[in-house]
């Protein structure tokens, strides 16, 4: 899990690409990664100066289609990106923080691990506070020491969501409500020995959008998600829907 080998970073000339490119390239040295450009266009020697003028030793892949998140898309396919990195807003504006159309098709079509940065830094800082969020029950040790190992956060945040008619659902099936302390110390056992603070928050949520609201208030630096894997496409966890709107955070969406 985890293993990337070639990132690729969607770029266009946005205001923010500089810090896009920037935050992209701190990732990928991270990770040990090969990272290169994608950009949604034929090759144009102009662009791929400006692109140069930043990252000098990167690569561009470029890649056509109908719409922009179609070719970086299948750019991303071609050239075997094991992470896809892209910018989220809609708008650069922070009053208005919504996620924007690429991003949410590549939310949707991702073949592969996909970061979206809706506030990318010129001057990347460290990763030192990460924030999960899994429906009750689901089995992530494992995922969570890995990740954690990955990137040496100082703190982590763990949210679980918790419906009002979950009692009520596990009656109908003649089972007993699910004991989220239980699960809670089960999910973190993996990390009692990383040097790492831990806090976790149970939210009562019928939609998710009341998780949103509580992300916001972790100030995390990184919203790693789970995602569900549907037919060769990366998909949001139900309860997590509501990122297709609002992305408080760099999103990490891993397969």
Same mark, same amino acid.
């Given at each position: ?28 040295? &991270?990770?040990?990664?090969?990272? $290169? ?8 020697? $102009? ?8 990252l000098p030793n990167c690569p561009v892949r470029w890649g056509e289609g109908p719409t922009a998140a179609d070719?970086?898309? *299948?750019?991303?396919?071609?050239? &075997? ?7 989220a807003l809609r708008s650069e504006k922070p009053e208005h923080p919504f996620t924007n159309g690429v991003a ?24 030192? &506070? ?23 956060? $100082? ?43 831990? $806090? ?15 992300? &916001?208030?972790?100030? *995390?630096?990184?919203?790693?998600v789970r995602a569900r894997t549907g037919i060769g496409a990366a998909l949001l966890p139900v309860h997590m ?15």
């Open positions: 899990m985890m293993n990337y080998q070639k990132v690729g970073v969607a770029s266009n000339f946005s205001p923010t690409f500089e810090a896009v490119l920037a935050e992209a390239n701190a990732f990928a040295t &991270h990770c040990g990664a090969v990272l $290169e450009i994608i950009h949604a266009s034929g090759h144009d020697s $102009e662009r791929e100066e400006r692109f140069r003028a930043v070719a970086i898309l *299948a750019t991303a396919k071609k050239f &075997h990106h094991s992470l896809l990195i892209a910018g949410r098709e590549l939310l949707s079509r991702a073949p592969c691990d996909l970061l979206l940065l809706p506030h990318p830094q010129k001057e990347p800082e460290p990763l030192r &506070h990460l924030a999960f969020s899994f429906d009750p029950g689901t089995e992530c040790a494992g995922f969570l020491r890995d990740v954690v190992r990955k990137f040496r956060p $100082e703190r982590i945040t763990l949210a679980v969501t918790k419906t009002p008619f979950a009692a009520a659902i596990a009656a109908s099936r003649g089972e007993q409500p699910r004991d989220l302390e239980a699960w809670l110390e089960e999910s973190l056992a993996g990390l009692r020995d990383e040097p790492v603070e831990i $806090e976790t928050r149970v939210v009562t949520s019928n939609t998710g959008y009341n998780l949103c609201d509580v992300m &916001h208030s972790f100030d *995390a630096d990184l919203l790693v829907n509501w990122l297709r709107q609002i992305i408080p955070t760099r999103l990490l969406l891993v397969k």
